[in-house]
């Protein structure tokens, strides 16, 4: 078991190496990519908190990563664009606004839940359609300022493609630690247990609504969190980042990389996007082909990657696994059925 | 305020909720029947409408295009139901949706290549073009069409659930589907049916409303999202609680509109508030 | 097992439990029909019938997964009827399900740790490890239902006698001052149903017990009193011996 530990370990460390390294020797295109990349590998990841591991498929995830470009986006146009300032009022706006949808779309579970958060999500749409005199309505934000942090007399000004992908690289490290760390506390396991058995978690004492909305505000906070860094990146927000096909696709991106694994949406995310810009890159019908992508996933590979890799490595591990031997009521059942 | 005001504002909500509830009513029965969400409920909806707009533009006749595109729409349902949908058949409602919204992409992209992106009109038939005194206001003829259109539709498929052999197989499917599959129907087709005679619908309305509300790209989504709060309101699995939840969702957009323009978007979802605050499942959803 | 704070520990002369004319209909149908009984501190109660009694049915009102359609329940002192789940939960009332009812995906060690946790309300503690006393519960409730061994294994792997043991364990963990236990022993071997009565014989004292069971060596060997609910009605309430004389209790399993 330590080898193996001591396995993941390395693996670890040579990405994050590599991941620091990159703008050293890769092209712009690449390192821009990959700023993209990580950008919504924040986004996926923090809506797999809801659908991987609490087991609440959100359609509305999208309202949360728009709220907090345009709050971004419009503070850092009229207020200033230093981050340290900007980025705790937009993810303030963001937790308010998760806390309302929230409270209302958690009293139903299932399809409901999935309808309701669809239907809150297009009424931030529609606000964000509607409310031109700060969201620029469908002409979007547009030319925003790069973004900076100041702090007393410090200031670091991320005026270029490499420090704005190390700016989103250090806020994807640092959303991926908090979320590793929130799954793996008794939070997370009172989320899986919510997935699993949420029935039997009230009865042992568990307010699981409550669990639920924290998960759901968490949630959208990160998505926020992806959101801001995405207006200082893109420097353009408009109403398409708020459409429910935007919703869509961050939840394909968590279960074709692997819902309930915090680096599987991440993969997804970076799968989903590069398609994306090769497939745009070559025919102007790309959406088709995404659509066509989508539903062959479902039929072909339901686990997703993460889900591919761990047989993988399960298997390898064959001998780790001790086969218990069936107790008695199982063997006389199986003889009754006989 | 005057009474003529309020009369034509409620002719308009009536119009609009008649319209939504041609949607939600097969959104509703398909998922109390078959369980299945359908995020491409609404591309149907839109490929409705252009395909009428097309048949208008081939034919120079809308009654033409009102008979064949529903026709059209219900047989791609059909395909839809039989080659995507059934083998999906008791995988959870998560790869429905995922498939559903692959479709809904596909049918969007497919119809901003075939139509383009501009928003078009459809200009209603001769016979509709007028307006009719009504009372004291002048009402537009295609949208007293639209009204006695959706409130005909209404009834028939009222009396269809609740009267006919079909009706009976659709409620009990929405009772208990494993019971129905229990008794020798051959349920597998009817499933089928009902798919595409919900998609039909939904293509029906877009042909009507078409000449209302026009044409343009994003009028899947938006139609989908209204027959959601719909069905939330009304509860899923009744035709009732489509119709009573189309009219309170329809009307209450309309006076929205019309009364509060600033905050339009904020009736419709205060009320959907409201009713989950008070019934979570909905005016005539079953109780938990 | 140690209480968690005073207030628990304190004693209910009369009963912990009391149900009073409970009603519950499905549609037209009665499940149940005026049931009243009570429950003293520290009794273990049988709850026997016929199937379709509404053994369950009434067994889901007292822990709060159903509402009564009339009725009060009253626990140690507090009129509950209203209460949900967890806040039932919270009052130190525990519940075992007739179907395996387990967080199969996490270990052993962590659906004891789920039900040990002190903080059920998503406060701040929800993200702190299990401090001493909770892991002190965690190991104690484990032993006390012989799983010891088994701790980190998925409550997946383990055999269907075991996963029994793990639903007793999970109770025990939430230190309840009651624990319902429906069919304890459903689909059990002899030798599973052996296990898993010294197991419940050998819980403290202090708390009490309501068994719904058809093994009726099991209800001898473990309960004081028992109830026996026929058609949603209460048709006897004694002494074990009593009971099993009564001609309404005969006639209700014998004669069809």
């Known amino acids: 078991m330590s080898s193996r530990r001591l396995l993941s370990f390395t693996l670890a460390l040579a990405i994050l190496i590599l991941l620091i390294a990159l703008p050293a020797f890769a092209s712009t295109f690449i390192v821009k990519t990959l700023t993209e990349v990580l950008i919504f590998g924040i986004l996926a990841m923090s809506l797999d908190l809801l659908l991987g591991y609490t087991g609440l498929v959100s359609f509305g ?122 799954v793996h506390a008794q939070f997370g396991r009172v989320l899986i247990g919510i997935r699993e058995n949420e029935p039997r978690l009230r009865a042992i004492g568990y307010n699981t609504s409550r669990f639920k909305l924290l998960a759901f505000v968490i949630a959208g906070v990160f998505a926020g969190v992806a959101g801001a860094l995405y207006a200082g990146f893109n420097r353009f927000v408009s109403t398409s980042d708020v459409y429910w096909t935007q919703s869509g696709q ?76 069936k107790s008695e009521s199982e063997v006389s059942n199986l003889k009754s059925k006989i | 305020m005057s009474l003529d005001f309020l009369l034509i504002q409620f002719l308009n909500g009536l119009q609009s909720a008649l319209l939504l509830f041609l949607l939600a009513a097969g959104l509703s029965i398909i998922f109390g029947m078959m369980d299945v969400m359908n995020l491409a409920h609404g591309s149907f909806y839109m490929l409705g409408a252009y395909i009428g707009l097309s048949l208008v533009r081939a034919f120079g006749n809308f009654w033409l295009a009102l008979l064949i595109a529903p026709l059209v729409v219900g047989a791609l349902g059909f395909i839809v139901e039989r080659v995507l949908l059934r083998p999906l058949k008791g995988r959870g409602h998560l790869d429905q949706v995922l498939l559903t919204f692959g479709l809904a992409l596909v049918a969007l992209d497919f119809t901003h290549a075939t139509w383009g992106a501009n928003i078009l009109s459809l200009q209603p038939p001769p016979e509709l073009a007028g307006s009719l005194p009504l009372g004291p206001v002048q009402y537009p003829l295609m949208r007293l069409f639209v009204i006695v259109m959706g409130l005909l539709l209404a009834a028939v498929l009222g009396l269809i659930v ?42 029906f309305g877009g042909v009507i409303a078409a000449p209302v509300v026009g044409l343009k790209l994003g009028m899947d989504a938006e139609t989908l999202i209204a027959a959601l709060i719909v069905v939330v309101v009304g509860g899923l699995g009744t035709l009732r609680g489509a119709f009573w939840g189309s009219l309170l969702i329809g009307e209450a957009d309309n006076f929205g509109r019309a009364l509060l323009p600033d905050y339009a978007l904020l009736s419709v979802y205060v009320i959907m508030a409201a009713i989950l605050l008070l019934r979570p499942t909905g005016l005539f959803g079953k109780k938990t | 097992m140690p209480r968690a704070d005073s207030a628990r520990g304190e004693k209910f002369p009369v009963d912990i439990l009391r149900l009073e004319n409970l009603h519950k209909h499905f549609g037209g149908i009665a499940a149940l029909n005026g049931v009243s009984l009570a429950v003293d501190d520290g009794e273990r109660r049988a709850l026997i019938g016929p199937n379709g009694a509404g053994k369950t049915t009434l067994f889901n009102l007292i822990s709060g997964e159903l509402p009564p359609t009339t009725g009060r329940i009253i626990y140690r002192a507090q009129n509950i009827t209203r209460l949900p789940s967890h806040r039932r939960a919270a009052l130190g009332m525990a519940r075992t399900f007739q179907r395996n009812n387990l967080f199969l995906g996490l270990s052993v060690w962590e659906n004891v740790r789920l039900a040990a946790h002190p903080d ?105 009193r028992i109830t026996v609910l026929h058609y949603g009605e209460v048709i006897a309430d004694g002494e074990p011996y009593a009971v099993k004389n009564d001609a309404r209790v005969k006639e209700a399993y014998l004669g069809t």
């Open chain 1, 61 to 182: 995830h999208a309202a949360f990563f728009g709220m907090g470009a345009y709050a971004t986006g419009y503070l850092a146009k009229n207020l200033s664009p230093n981050i340290v300032v900007v980025m705790p009022l937009a993810l303030l706006i963001v937790a308010a606004a998760a806390l309302v949808i929230g409270f209302f779309s958690i009293r139903v579970s299932g399809v409901y839940f999935l309808m309701l958060t669809l239907a809150f999500g297009q009424m931030i749409y529609a606000l964000a359609e509607r409310w031109t005199d700060v969201t620029g309505g469908s002409n979007g934000l547009s030319s925003l300022p790069r973004p900076l942090i100041e702090l007393g007399s410090a200031r670091i000004e991320f005026d270029d493609v490499n420090a704005r992908y190390f700016l989103v690289l250090a806020f994807f490290l640092l959303s991926y630690a908090a979320l590793w760390w929130m």
């Open chain 1, 250 to 325: 961050v939840l394909i991106m968590v279960v074709i990389g692997g819902a309930g694994t915090l680096l599987g949406p991440v993969l997804g995310a970076g799968m989903i996007l590069i398609l994306q810009n090769i497939i745009s890159s070559a025919t102007e019908r790309w959406q088709t082909i995404m659509g066509l992508l989508f539903i062959g996933f479902v039929f072909a590979a339901r686990n997703g990657v993460m889900g591919l890799l761990k047989q993988i490595f399960q298997i390898s591990n064959f001998k780790f696994q001790i086969v218990k031997p």
């Open chain 2, 162 to 203: 609740s009267r006919t052999r079909i009706g009976a197989i659709v409620r009990a499917g929405v009772a208990d589907a494993q019971m129905v599959g229990g008794l020798g129907i051959n349920i597998s087709l009817i499933f089928s049916i009902v798919f595409a005679v919900g998609a039909a619908l939904a293509a």
């Open chain 3, 120 to 224: 059920k309300g998503a406060g701040v503690r929800a993200f702190a490890a299990p401090n001493g006393r909770a892991r002190d519960l965690i190991e104690h409730s484990l032993a006390r239902v012989g799983l010891h061994e088994q701790r980190d294994m998925p409550a997946r792997n383990l055999s269907y006698g075991e996963q029994r043991q793990l639903e007793l364990a999970i109770a025990l963990a939430t230190q309840p001052n009651m624990i319902l236990l429906d069919e304890p022993a459903a689909g059990m071997s002899p030798a599973e149903t052996q296990r898993l009565m010294g197991i419940v014989r050998e819980m403290p004292r202090d708390i009490t017990l309501l068994i719904i069971e058809h093994d009726m060596d099991l209800i001898f060997a473990l309960a004081d």
